[in-house]
């Protein structure tokens, strides 16, 4: 009853977050959208080998017979939070860019350990620890940083490239 309790809660508080976050800020509501499936792909990349090879189980989670992965997760939660990273970031210099990631990774680190050591939302196997989940989330969020970022420079030289083709 505790697991329900807990992935139903995380879960009405991630879609209601989603709605006020990603519709923050209506410039970049696009941006904000990128963002969410970037980061949704990034993780769905990364958590399927990892479950595949026993590394980590969900061994409650929503449509069980459909999924190994905790969707609740890994299509809400830490897109969103990587959303919210994003941010927090937008205008930031690269190297405070970079130390904040760890305010966000952090969290969801201690997250996750506390509900590996007192749920069955999440195990950890064959090595797997807190570790290595904060790096991940650290490479994660980076990763997607960079792409976002990537894709801005490159629309903004498109766009001069057009307007300078225009004239």
């Given at each position: 009853m505790k697991?329900?309790?807990?992935?139903?809660?995380?879960?009405?508080?991630?879609?209601t977050g989603s709605i006020f976050f990603l519709l923050r800020k209506k410039g970049q509501l696009k941006d904000w959208f990128l963002i969410y499936f970037i980061k949704t792909l990034v993780s769905?990349?990364?958590?399927?080998?990892?479950?595949?090879?026993?590394?980590?189980?969900y061994p409650?989670?929503?449509?069980?017979?459909?999924?190994?992965?905790?969707?609740?997760?890994?299509?809400?939660l830490f897109p969103?939070?990587?959303?919210?990273y994003?941010?927090?970031?937008?205008?930031?210099?690269?190297?405070?860019?970079?130390?904040s990631v760890f305010l966000f990774s952090g969290p969801m680190t201690l997250l996750e350990n506390w509900l590996?050591?007192?749920t069955n939302l999440v195990k950890y196997h064959k090595g797997w620890n807190s570790?290595?989940?904060?790096?991940?989330?650290?490479?994660?969020?980076?990763?997607?940083?960079?792409?976002?970022?990537?894709?801005r420079f490159l629309d903004k030289k498109m766009s001069n490239l057009e307007t300078s083709n225009a004239n």
């Amino acid at each position: 009853m505790k697991d329900r309790t807990i992935l139903n809660s995380m879960t009405i508080l991630g879609i209601t977050g989603s709605i006020f976050f990603l519709l923050r800020k209506k410039g970049q509501l696009k941006d904000w959208f990128l963002i969410y499936f970037i980061k949704t792909l990034v993780s769905t990349i990364i958590d399927g080998p990892v479950i595949k090879r026993g590394y980590l189980r969900y061994p409650y989670r929503y449509f069980s017979n459909f999924f190994d992965s905790n969707i609740v997760f890994l299509y809400i939660l830490f897109p969103l939070s990587c959303v919210i990273y994003n941010q927090f970031t937008d205008k930031m210099k690269p190297l405070k860019m970079f130390l904040s990631v760890f305010l966000f990774s952090g969290p969801m680190t201690l997250l996750e350990n506390w509900l590996e050591k007192n749920t069955n939302l999440v195990k950890y196997h064959k090595g797997w620890n807190s570790y290595i989940t904060f790096g991940v989330l650290s490479f994660t969020f980076i990763l997607v940083k960079g792409c976002i970022e990537g894709i801005r420079f490159l629309d903004k030289k498109m766009s001069n490239l057009e307007t300078s083709n225009a004239n």
